[in-house]
């Protein structure tokens, strides 16, 4: 199962690292960019690399193609068989993913955020990129790029090209932007659920407490599996037939839909 949550901790924060690991996220990511300020950058640097272990590989956030520190983030840290990933923000150009590449492990992938106009514009060629796994929406930083207040349908056009995008590239489904709110659980799985609506996998999460209404968003609930049971179940018995659940007619799409909530392949 592709993970559906991924939890940054700060480069800086090593304390915080085996506690990240042991939060019931599905990925980790140590963060080089937004969590540390510019003087603590490269002995952030130093200390991810010294904690990444192959056993345990995490995703590594380096800062963008157009800082000082990206050439030195992906010469010390792609290299690095603990390193399951290179999320990389502000990702606008192939050269970009390449210029990462030129230093990575066999088995490294690339999770591009796309969060201005200019990676928007260039996402098909993003998602066709060598080793990008799946897309990630930095929403936050999108919305000021292009002037956007507002989190809610002001991106809905953006949210779904990203999963149109990412489909016809035949990548794992995207990674939906963080939520602000850490107090709120409801808060949390409703925004969570919506980014699942517009064909999301997963979301970022900026502190423990989000992983579990995370997780919830991306379950399917005791309602939607019992209709699935039903639905197999119908069309099990109707021998071919043309068969209805809940007075509805089920065709091939719903049957699918069912088989995806029951793990039936």
């Excluded at 088995?107 to 260039?122: D, H, K, M, W, Y």
Aim: charged fraction near 25%; glycine fraction near 6%.
């Amino acid at each position: 199962m592709s993970e559906r949550s991924y939890l940054f901790v700060p480069g800086n924060r090593p304390e915080r690292f085996e506690k990240a690991r042991a939060s019931g996220a599905d990925a980790v990511i140590f963060d080089l960019e937004d969590a540390v300020q510019p003087h603590e950058k490269p002995a952030a640097r130093d200390s991810v690399r010294a904690h990444m272990d192959a056993a345990q590989p995490a995703f590594v956030r380096i800062n963008a193609a157009d800082t000082e520190w990206f050439g030195k983030d992906i010469a010390s840290i792609a290299s690095h068989p603990g390193v399951a990933g290179i999320v990389l923000p502000k990702a606008e150009t192939r050269e970009h993913i390449e210029a990462v590449l030129a230093h990575a492990h066999p088995s490294l992938t690339i999770l591009p955020i796309v969060e201005t106009a200019r990676g928007f514009a260039n996402l098909t060629l993003l998602c066709e990129a060598p080793r990008v796994q799946r897309i990630v929406f930095g929403t936050l930083d999108f919305q000021i790029d292009l002037n956007v207040e507002g989190d809610g349908e002001e991106l809905n056009l953006f949210r779904s090209q990203i999963v149109l995008a990412s489909r016809l590239a035949g990548l794992i489904t995207p990674v939906d932007g963080v939520s602000t709110v850490l107090d709120d659980p409801v808060s949390i799985e409703s925004e969570a659920r919506r980014g699942r609506r517009f064909g999301f996998g997963a979301k970022l999460c900026i502190h423990p407490k989000q992983i579990d209404p995370v997780h919830r968003a991306y379950a399917w609930i005791a309602e939607e599996q019992a209709w699935a049971e039903r639905v197999l179940r119908a069309v099990e018995a109707s021998g071919g037939a043309a068969v209805a659940v809940d007075g509805k007619m089920v065709d091939m799409p719903v049957i699918l839909k069912a088989r995806r909530i029951a793990g039936v392949h």
